[in-house]
């Protein structure tokens, strides 16, 4: 794929949707933290569910450190792999209050070495909390990245890379998020949405869906 094809990739996406962002919900950079934290192998709705609850007394690292990992899994217990991620959040939340003062950290060596976050999760932390010009690359955007030919690569890390290289730099903060919704409305694993697709003259996926 040339660079003017990438441009106008972007482009509409932006005139589409100027602000994009994350769906789950949040008001700081550590309950966005836990959110993310809490979306690996689930739903943001299932999240977003939980956290609204959780968020209303438990939204600093002091307060889930008191609240403990038996207090966090009957918040989040419908969400999947919740023993672990209430593990994962109340160990965290301890390590941000002793090497951090209670704050996020905005450093990517930092994020990650924090339980539960890894490379995506700091991903998403970084461009949406601090603003950084970052990809998380998740299923969707690897997804859509390899079917479209904007950034095709065999593994999460080399998609990644090449999106950081080949996206205009003036859309590169928003690049992951209009990716994702693209990935989670339109293209579709099992049928995307072709038809209806504002890219579908630029995409290079042969078997592109019909109309009806």
């Not at 809490?38 to 939204?59: G, H, Y």
Request: with cysteine.
């Amino acid at each position: 794929m040339n660079p003017e094809k990438r441009r106008e990739i972007f482009r509409r996406f932006q005139a589409a949707n100027p602000n994009p962002t994350t769906e789950l919900r949040y008001r700081t950079p550590y309950e966005l933290l836990v959110a993310v934290v809490l979306s690996a192998q689930a739903t943001d709705k299932s999240v977003n569910q939980a956290s609204a609850v959780l968020f209303e007394q438990f939204n600093a690292p002091d307060k889930m450190v008191k609240l403990g990992v038996a207090g966090l899994e009957k918040y989040i217990r419908r969400i999947g792999l919740y023993r672990t991620k209430a593990k994962n959040v109340v160990a965290l939340s301890k390590i941000l209050l002793e090497e951090h003062g209670g704050e996020v950290p905005a450093s990517r060596e930092a994020l990650e070495r924090l339980p539960g976050v890894g490379r995506k999760t700091a991903n998403v932390v970084l461009n949406t909390a601090f603003g950084q010009p970052t990809v998380a690359v998740d299923t969707h955007i690897f997804r859509v990245a390899n079917r479209t030919g904007l950034a095709p690569g065999k593994d999460p890390l080399e998609v990644e890379q090449r999106l950081l290289k080949f996206t205009p730099p003036e859309y590169l903060q928003n690049a992951h998020h209009w990716l994702i919704l693209h990935g989670r409305y339109v293209c579709l694993a099992r049928k995307p949405a072709c038809p209806t697709c504002l890219i579908r003259d630029l995409c290079e996926f042969r078997p592109k869906t019909k109309l009806g």
